[in-house]
């Protein structure tokens, strides 16, 4: 279904944020005629709602009338890890009230499959994101899709940028840059290179011309319903109608796994194309930037960069290497140095909520001691090799809740001493440990190993907090 196609259509929303917003605006703007009829929450939503929406006369629902998130998204954005049956009294009006909508367009964070959303699809009612309605629009043309449990957001600015860099317009959007329905108001870019969540991969129904696959680890298994899920919804990205190239990062084992070889795909981490070498990285074997030329930390940056490099070819677009790195500053809470104070150095990995980013995270100091600050929520991480990474003499952890409890017992397995493997209550007693712990050369190294939800809001706000308790004073 493309926007265009609302005309004149009674639509529901679930959920707010910036792409239901997005979606509102240009829905009031361009299709008056059309209309947003129901909203639905799982919480009481604001007081002004109804404004935001540009629908005064919209009925409010709210899924969690009933009491139980037992059909709902949980605190931590996906479907509770104790699900029920999904037929309480805030579900059956929710399901009531979007039944009689031409559409339902969901704000990412709902999972499709929540049981209201199934019983929709099975009533024959759409249901969509903006996103979708926009790639639809669009039809995928000069569109990188950007996906993967790690590393999309910087691939996603890295292509952007480079593109720019080679004298072609380029737009960011999705889950970082601007949401992809607000590019209406713009004439099409050259390229639009749109960050994609597993949440948005899931049920899109138009591909992008090109789409790239960084990484696949275990990650949102509460929104997904289980691990095999989530990495089937990830992947559906390459094989949707109108991608022309798929691009695969084939150094990460997982893919190779689920993909089974690399025909019919563009891959990078090979010698036959872009790929990290111990100096830097090579197109083919041959040299292109020196590991001193590449704008950000860590071998998994500099595959990052292989990633863009390799989608941009698949567009025919070549920027000239080095120079066209220069100027590129890392994203925030992504191996962000926050502070270096008396030959200490201060990093701000927030983003990394797997096991397997933190590994990256740490391989990216090589030789450096390093105190790590981990844990976070719990999502059944396995943390077994993590733990023997952490058993290294240069290496110390300080666990903080809910899963520093289990992550300190696997580096300790692995034979980490009681002295180096440290518990505290929260953040705040966790910097003030390391400030004590470090020595000159040291990093002061938060990467969590675990999404943040037990305690924050969202990463960033783990990282803000992380920050202003590093540049404080002591």
């Not at 999904?86 to 559409?103: F, N, T």
């Not at 290496?395 to 809910?402: H, K, T, Y």
Request: hydrophobic share 45%.
């Amino acid at each position: 279904m493309r926007f265009s196609e609302l005309e004149g259509a009674r639509v529901g929303v679930w959920g707010a944020g910036r792409e239901i917003s997005s979606f509102a605006d240009q829905l009031a703007r361009r299709l008056p005629s059309a209309g947003i009829a129901v909203a639905a929450f799982d919480n009481p939503p604001p007081a002004a709602i109804a404004e935001t929406l540009h629908a005064p006369e919209a009925r409010i629902v709210t899924a969690g009338d009933d009491g139980g998130e037992s059909a709902g998204v949980s605190s931590a954005g996906g479907p509770d890890a104790t699900d029920g049956d999904g037929d309480g009294v805030g579900s059956r009006e929710v399901l009531e009230a979007l039944a009689g909508c031409d559409v339902v367009v969901r704000s990412p964070g709902v999972s499709i499959y929540r049981p209201e959303l199934r019983a929709l699809r099975e009533a024959g009612i759409p249901v969509t994101t903006a996103t979708a309605l926009w790639l639809a629009e669009r039809g995928g043309k000069g569109v990188l899709g950007v996906t993967g449990t790690k590393g999309k957001s910087t691939t996603a600015a890295l292509a952007c940028y480079l593109a720019r860099a080679a004298g072609r317009t380029a737009r960011l959007a999705g889950n970082i840059g601007v949401p992809a329905l607000d590019l209406l108001d713009e004439e099409p870019a050259d390229v639009t290179v749109l960050e994609l969540s597993s949440y948005q991969t899931a049920d899109l129904q138009t591909g992008p011309e090109v789409a790239l696959v960084t990484s696949l680890f275990r990650e949102h298994t509460d929104w997904h319903g289980s691990e095999e899920v989530y990495r089937a919804d990830k992947l559906r990205l390459l094989g949707l109608p109108g991608v022309r190239v798929a691009v695969v990062n084939w150094r990460d084992a997982r893919l190779r796994e689920e993909l089974g070889d690399a025909s019919g795909s563009l891959s990078y981490g090979v010698r036959e194309g872009w790929d990290v070498v111990p100096e830097g990285i090579a197109l083919n074997g041959e040299l292109r930037a020196r590991s001193a030329e590449l704008p950000l930390l860590g071998e998994h940056n500099a595959l990052n960069l292989c990633g863009a490099l390799a989608a941009l070819e698949a567009l025919e677009i070549e920027p000239a290497l080095p120079g066209s790195l220069q100027g590129f500053q890392p994203l925030a809470h992504r191996l962000e140095t926050v502070l270096e104070r008396d030959g200490v150095v201060w990093v701000n990995d927030s983003i990394s909520t797997t096991p397997e980013s933190t590994l990256a995270a740490l391989a990216s100091f090589p030789g450096r001691e390093i105190v790590l600050i981990a844990g976070g929520q719990d999502r059944g991480q396995d943390f077994a090799q993590l733990g023997r990474a952490l058993a290294e003499p240069r290496m110390m952890l300080i666990g903080v809740p809910s899963t520093g409890p289990r992550l300190l017992s696997a580096a300790r397995a692995a034979g980490t001493p009681a002295a180096r493997a440290i518990a505290a209550a929260d953040m705040g007693e966790a910097v003030e440990l390391a400030r004590e712990l470090a020595a000159s050369g040291s990093v002061i190294l938060l990467s969590p190993a675990a999404p943040s939800y037990d305690h924050y809001r969202d990463f960033e706000q783990r990282g803000e907090h992380f920050r202003t308790l590093a540049l404080a004073e002591d």
